[in-house]
């Protein structure tokens, strides 16, 4: 095994920077490469305690999967991780995050890798190499700049979504969303999907929309596709809009007493140096909060409604579409 260690210090508490660590469900949003985090097991008691999970994340050009296993330590500031199934050429990855109060009361914030590749290839352990040092370095940088600017932090995030209710089949609204290539003929605000499956289940995509102003944006986005009850699609987009720093989203496919309830559900970080370069002179955080509710409930809504005439017009024999 391979042992690696990146170091940095963080002008925040202890506590604060493990709080940011512990949090598996916010990763997606606060590290750039995690796509999604989906709990197996957890077993926690006041910060401390084991969990289990499975996490996709961005290594290179590619997405890859494994299930980790950690043991928490709030009072001893330090929480371990072991890969259980790792993805070739990785065959064995853990390691620990170890924080240290230091006397101005910050933090000096260690990250821990210890890996080999299958085979012990040596392409394939440069490759991890590469990889594990490009990713930690951004981890740390980001729970530096996260735990440093918490409250800034909050006023920054927003979370909110849209429900639809579906008089048609499961699988129909389901199948809508997930054969996301045939958007550009069935939704008015698409004009360009480039998309593919290499492993099933995980889609990378690249998506053209236009405005209500005509303008055009390009956004890539990486979506993976968990088939248990409900059904979701969760997503990450990686080329972002110059308003936001980070957009995750899940699609939720859900039985209803009166049918399907289809949700869309965004989560999105402003960027707060682009509110006025996007929105003009004296535009606020609340100004940018606001348009992007509207901008991405007001697509949201379109895709939704749009599902909805597709599986209700599947149940009654005359399926529609914008087309």
Excluded at 12 to 24: F, M, N, Q, S
Excluded at 159 to 180: C, K, M, P, Q, Y
């Amino acid at each position: 095994m391979k042992t690696v260690e990146h170091t940095t210090t963080v002008a925040a508490p202890p506590r604060t920077v493990y709080g940011i660590i512990a949090d598996t469900g916010r990763w997606p949003v606060h590290f750039e490469p995690t796509v999604h985090v989906e709990q197996l097991e957890q077993r926690l008691e006041q910060g401390s305690g084991t969990e289990r999970f499975r996490i996709w994340a961005v290594a290179g050009k590619e997405v890859k999967s494994w299930t980790s296993r950690r043991e928490l330590d709030l009072e001893g500031l330090r929480i371990t991780f072991r890969q259980e199934v790792s993805q070739p050429p990785v065959a064995a990855m853990a390691g620990a995050w170890i924080l240290r109060p230091q006397p101005d009361g910050g933090t000096a914030l260690a990250l821990q890798h210890s890996y080999r590749a299958v085979g012990d290839d040596p392409g394939d352990l440069a490759w991890i190499d590469e990889v594990t040092d490009r990713n930690s370095r951004t981890e740390l940088a980001n729970i530096a700049a996260l735990a440093e600017a918490a409250a800034e932090r909050e006023e920054l995030t927003l979370s909110f979504e849209d429900t639809v209710l579906v008089d048609g089949d499961a699988d129909d609204v389901h199948a809508f969303i997930r054969h996301a290539q045939d958007w550009p003929e069935r939704l008015p605000h698409v004009s360009r999907m480039v998309l593919r499956e290499d492993d099933p289940g995980v889609q990378i995509m690249e998506m053209d929309t236009v405005t209500a102003d005509g303008s055009r944006h390009t956004t890539s986005s990486v979506r993976v596709c968990l088939d248990g009850t409900p059904r979701r699609i969760v997503y990450k987009q990686t080329v972002l809009p110059p308003l936001l720093t980070a957009h995750t989203g899940v699609w939720t496919v859900a039985a209803a007493a009166d049918g399907v309830a289809v949700t869309s559900g965004h989560t999105v970080v402003i960027r707060p140096e682009a509110v006025t370069k996007v929105l003009g002179d004296g535009a606020t955080i609340a100004d940018a909060r606001e348009f992007a509710h509207t901008a991405l409930s007001g697509n949201s809504r379109i895709t939704l409604e749009h599902a909805k005439a597709f599986a209700e017009g599947r149940r009654t024999g005359t399926p529609r579409s914008r087309a």
